[in-house]
């Protein structure tokens, strides 16, 4: 499943990155596989906080009615 990677840096910068095939969270890196065939290796002190978000969210069955 494609989804995004959204990182706040410790500088405040908001970095997305989108198409994310794979991620990991270790106890010092953040490692992206984007959907290029690219990485990333984000060192976490680096980084205040980081959520991945599916591309497709579940509806909600409220939503639906």
Excluded: C, Q
């Excluded at 910068?13 to 596989?33: K, M, P, Q």
């Amino acid at each position: 499943m494609n989804r995004s990677v959204v990182v706040r840096w410790r500088d405040g910068y908001l970095e997305t990155f989108n198409g994310v095939s794979e991620w990991r969270a270790g106890a010092d890196l953040l490692w992206i596989r984007l959907g290029t065939g690219h990485h990333r290796h984000i060192p976490l002190r680096e980084v205040r906080w980081f959520e991945p978000i599916p591309d497709e969210m579940p509806r909600n069955a409220e939503d639906e009615k």
